[in-house]
């Protein structure tokens, strides 16, 4: 009886010194520390987050392979450097170099795993020259010249490449057109160079498959247009040239109207086409004989269209004075 007492006191003590013994460690961990072997002292731990498009990725930690797939949480890393990969079948491995701070988390939470065979579409299904695409009608729209033939061909189709459409054969422009643009309706294209403007519808003729010539052609009295723009009405274009601003209406035999008259060969031309305003640079003389670069806007909205002339030259007639 006595020597089981002993026993029992003895295992009481040990159990006593055993607890304290690991009291400090059992502290550390739960306060997120944990002993450093390198430098014999208890250190705070840092933690790596993962998240990657798509999920479920292995998780490589210094090469070793760990039983939790992405989205994973690696708590209790000692500060360093780690080299973090993950990996999934079918897709490039992302891979990083990490730097663990004591006490903070490192976040790595929009990985994207791209494929290794991406899925790539051809959407075009005739010869394309140029394409652009008009997020507002969810249509894409190919062009081919045909230089040979002096032709221009507009396609059409959805996003998906869908709903594949001739919408104009078009006579060609010597010099080839350096821009195109939908009309706000979007019914109408044109396309122009230094020295001339094209508009084309972009509907069929009735229920036929004879597509409808270009309505509208405008030749430019000089080598020097810089730029066109849609009025809001998808009828009134306005012209910047390398001397002036002019409204042109899109028909026949139509004649612009000079809106301003510029010094500056490049005025760096903006349109808003939702206020139908013109902002662009031009050069002034000011009093003391010296010229200045200015910005200007040019309201058109309504019916101050063929009013802008007068107002223009007012204010640039006051400031030459």
Sequence with gaps: MYIEQR???????LSVLVFIAILPFILSFALGYKFNPKTLQFTKTGIIVLKAQPGSAAVYLNDKLLDAKSPVTIDELLPGNY???LEIEGHYPWSDNIQVEAGKVSRFEKIILFPLRPQVT?????RVTIFWIDEDSGL????????????IYIYTSDLSGQ????????????????SWKLSPD?????????????????KYNGDSDVLLEPYFIFDYRSNSLCDIFWHSDSFHLILVSYNSVEALEAQSGARPVELASLNRKNPYPYYDIKTDTLYFMDSQKAPDGNLYENVY??????????DLPSQFKTKANEENK
């Design 7 to 13: 026993i029992r006191a003895i295992l009481f003590y």
């Design 83 to 85: 080299q973090v990969r």
């Design 122 to 126: 051809q959407l075009n299904q005739d």
């Design 140 to 151: 894409i729209y190919y062009v081919y010249s045909d230089n040979k033939n002096n032709q």
């Design 163 to 178: 709903r594949y459409q001739m919408a104009a054969n078009i006579s060609g422009t010597i010099p080839a057109p350096v």
């Design 186 to 202: 979007k019914t109408k294209i044109l396309f122009f160079n230094s020295r001339q403007v094209r508009v084309a519808s972009l």
């Design 297 to 306: 806007k040019l309201e058109m909205a309504g019916n101050k269209v063929f």
